[in-house]
């Protein structure tokens, strides 16, 4: 119950009181033998309930209400006027408007039959009970019907008034969770960009890095050995020169692709095999033997062709252009569920490994397929790349 309906359910209840003392004292004075003291116990019992049971012991709040009916029982057959009609039509307000249905039912079923009943008996106990007393105690007993119905309405109002105000402030939390949302969603979605421009940034370094290096490192190579021909062989070093110059075209065309995010993978262009063997020929009469091992029937998705594509094609350069290995070995097998990859040289190794920058694309590259990348110096000279794909499946 609001306040509003509160202060004029308590007018109305305390202005009903003294309509029912001043009648009373009029016509019975003030007397404890007479309805003055039901009258008082009423009283009392109801601001008893409105001021402390209903704040502070709400569970004996309704077994009041019973005791003030039975009161006005009392003060109903005492009396013998009609003014204790009020008393209950107070009481049936009161329970409807103050306290959750069926108290204010139960209340109003009691108050109208008891009423009826207990006049009727005071009538009977002054020996004036007739047809026109009965017509009176009928009479009043539709006003008990009349406040019922305008306290049910008001009830009904008031639920529906606090029904939409609950249904008001749902929607509002639902429009504050909303726009926290929204804003989380908006920053998780420029997290997400920040990340993803990271990754492009990251993806086409390695993608510059993996390039550059093997290009460069087969153009020295190819320099290194027409050097050592241009005098013995002046034929063979001219061809050396070509494909250093070839190699070089090829470098920077790819740059310029990769710059523009448009390069397309060799693996995509050539095929997986071919690929490979595209990387062995760039070494071809260099000095360097590669030999490559591929399993038969392996038959590899294409992320994961281009991540072995581009471990093999780190691994040969920095065999070559760090260790100065003069043979790598390139081996693809698959054991059961694992995909096992291993690239070896004969170079120097290095005793005090650190992880630079191609090291560490190759470890990430093999974490983006969920491999697992070790890195070993081989006595008495050499290194190996191994990376291993659990629960391998196509």
Same mark, same amino acid.
């Given at each position: 119950? /609001?306040?509003?309906?509160?202060?004029?359910?308590?007018?109305?209840? &305390?202005?009903? &009181?003294?309509?029912?003392?001043?009648?009373?004292?009029?016509?019975?004075?003030?007397?404890?033998?007479?309805?003055?003291?039901?009258?008082?116990?009423?009283? %009392? =019992?109801?601001?008893?309930?409105?001021? &402390?049971?209903?704040?502070?012991?709400?569970?004996?709040?309704?077994?009041? =209400?019973? @005791?003030?009916?039975?009161?006005?029982?009392?003060?109903?057959?005492? /009396?013998?006027?009609?003014?204790?009609?009020?008393?209950?039509?107070?009481?049936?307000? *009161?329970?409807?408007?103050?306290? +959750?249905?069926?108290?204010?039912?139960?209340?109003?079923? #009691?108050? @109208?039959?008891?009423?009826?009943?207990?006049?009727?008996?005071?009538?009977?106990?002054?020996? %004036?009970?007739?047809?026109?007393?009965?017509?009176?105690?009928?009479?009043?007993?539709?006003?008990? =019907?009349?406040?019922?119905?305008?306290?049910?309405?008001?009830?009904?109002?008031?639920?529906?008034?606090?029904?939409?105000?609950?249904?008001?402030?749902?929607? $509002?939390? !639902?429009?504050?969770?909303?726009? +926290?949302?929204?804003?989380?969603?908006?920053?998780?979605?420029?997290?997400?960009?920040?990340?993803?421009?990271?990754?492009e940034r990251t993806r086409i370094a390695r993608e510059l890095h993996d390039t550059l290096a093997h290009t460069l490192t087969a153009i020295i190579v190819t320099l290194e050995a027409g050097?050592?021909?241009?005098?013995?062989?002046?034929?063979?070093?001219?061809?050396?020169?070509?494909?250093?110059?070839?190699?070089?075209?090829?470098?920077?065309? *790819?740059?310029?692709?990769?710059?523009?995010?448009?390069?397309?993978?060799?693996?995509?262009?050539?095929?997986?095999?071919?690929?490979? +063997?595209?990387?062995?020929? /760039?070494?071809?009469?260099?000095?360097?033997?590669?030999?490559?091992?591929?399993?038969?029937?392996?038959?590899?998705?294409?992320?994961?062709?281009?991540?072995?594509?581009?471990?093999?094609?780190? !691994?040969?350069?920095?065999?070559?252009?760090?260790?100065?290995?003069? %043979?790598?070995?390139?081996?693809?097998?698959?054991? *059961?569920?694992?995909?096992?990859?291993?690239? *070896? $040289?004969?170079? +120097?190794?290095? %005793?005090?490994?650190?992880?630079?920058?191609?090291?560490?694309?190759?470890?990430?590259?093999?974490?983006?397929?969920?491999?697992?990348?070790? #890195?070993?110096?081989?006595?008495?000279?050499?290194?190996?790349v191994r990376m291993l794909l659990e629960d391998f499946k196509v």
């Amino acid at each position: 119950m /609001d306040r509003k309906t509160g202060l004029i359910l308590n007018l109305g209840k &305390y202005g009903g &009181y003294t309509a029912v003392l001043w009648v009373s004292v009029i016509t019975e004075g003030i007397s404890f033998k007479g309805p003055f003291l039901p009258f008082l116990i009423i009283f %009392t =019992l109801d601001n008893i309930r409105t001021f &402390y049971l209903d704040n502070k012991y709400p569970a004996y709040s309704i077994p009041s =209400l019973y @005791i003030q009916l039975l009161a006005a029982y009392i003060f109903i057959f005492m /009396d013998g006027t009609s003014v204790g009609g009020i008393l209950l039509i107070i009481l049936i307000a *009161e329970s409807l408007l103050a306290y +959750k249905s069926p108290t204010g039912e139960y209340i109003f079923i #009691f108050a @109208i039959t008891g009423f009826i009943a207990v006049s009727a008996a005071g009538f009977y106990w002054r020996n %004036t009970l007739n047809w026109d007393n009965m017509a009176v105690i009928m009479i009043n007993a539709l006003f008990f =019907l009349f406040a019922y119905a305008v306290s049910y309405l008001a009830r009904r109002q008031t639920e529906e008034r606090e029904r939409a105000e609950a249904a008001l402030e749902q929607l $509002d939390r !639902s429009r504050a969770d909303l726009e +926290k949302a929204y804003l989380k969603l908006m920053e998780v979605s420029k997290e997400r960009e920040q990340l993803a421009a990271v990754e492009e940034r990251t993806r086409i370094a390695r993608e510059l890095h993996d390039t550059l290096a093997h290009t460069l490192t087969a153009i020295i190579v190819t320099l290194e050995a027409g050097k050592k021909l241009v005098i013995r062989e002046p034929q063979k070093a001219l061809d050396e020169l070509k494909k250093s110059q070839e190699q070089a075209r090829k470098g920077l065309e *790819e740059v310029r692709l990769t710059v523009k995010s448009l390069r397309s993978d060799p693996v995509e262009t050539l095929g997986f095999p071919d690929a490979l +063997k595209g990387l062995i020929r /760039d070494y071809e009469g260099s000095g360097v033997s590669i030999l490559l091992n591929i399993e038969d029937g392996i038959e590899l998705p294409e992320n994961v062709e281009l991540v072995i594509y581009r471990i093999a094609q780190e !691994s040969i350069t920095n065999g070559i252009r760090h260790g100065q290995a003069s %043979t790598i070995k390139i081996n693809l097998q698959q054991l *059961e569920r694992k995909l096992l990859l291993e690239i *070896e $040289d004969n170079g +120097k190794g290095n %005793t005090e490994l650190q992880e630079g920058y191609g090291l560490q694309g190759i470890r990430e590259r093999a974490a983006t397929i969920g491999g697992d990348v070790s #890195f070993t110096n081989l006595q008495p000279q050499g290194f190996l790349v191994r990376m291993l794909l659990e629960d391998f499946k196509v």
